[in-house]
């Protein structure tokens, strides 16, 4: 049982989810090139996030699903704050779009599941703050402007493949 991390520039890795988050982190951390102090998030390709750092102590294979396509996220908290800045560690703008942005800011409001509760009765509810990647010298792409374009993703690829 494996995900692909989606990362960088268009790289990708694979990782077994047959161990407990903290240790997938952590090789993620490794493998990807992350801070060692930093901490890592992982959101579909919808920018759902996974909400593994709450659920640590878990094994990834209840959190996460086989071959599943994830975006890597670094997450940073100001001070004395429980609240989580999320940034995309992708640059990939056929999957880092403005729809998986939004998406990707209103996680807290999405479909609460089991673990995320258990986690809030113990107070740890965090606000989220999302922080948009730069698009300085890139050209903006409008939905009128791409009806006859069409992108490959690597999420749609892999959907064929199954």
Not at 102 to 113: T, Y
Not at 123 to 150: C, D, F, I, M, Y
Not at 151 to 158: G, I, L, N, T
Request: glycine share 6%; hydrophobic share 30%.
């Amino acid at each position: 049982m494996f995900i692909t991390v989606l990362h960088g520039e268009n790289e990708k890795a694979l990782f077994n989810i047959q161990c407990k988050v903290q240790l997938l982190l952590e090789s993620i951390k490794r493998c990807c090139g992350c801070e060692k102090e930093g901490e890592i998030e992982l959101a579909d390709e919808n920018g759902q996030v996974k909400n593994l750092l709450q659920n640590q102590d878990h094994y990834a294979s209840q959190l996460l699903s086989e071959r599943e396509f994830c975006v890597l996220l670094k997450v940073t908290r100001h001070d004395g704050s429980q609240e989580a800045v999320f940034t995309p560690l992708l640059k990939d703008h056929s999957i880092v779009t403005p729809k998986f942005l939004a998406k990707l800011g209103k996680w807290e409001d999405s479909k609460v599941s089991p673990t995320r509760v258990k986690s809030r009765k113990y107070g740890k509810q965090a606000t989220l703050l999302l922080e948009v990647p730069s698009t300085e010298g890139k050209r903006s792409h409008s939905p009128q402007g791409n009806k006859n374009k069409t992108v490959a993703s690597p999420f749609r690829e892999a959907e064929k493949l199954q």
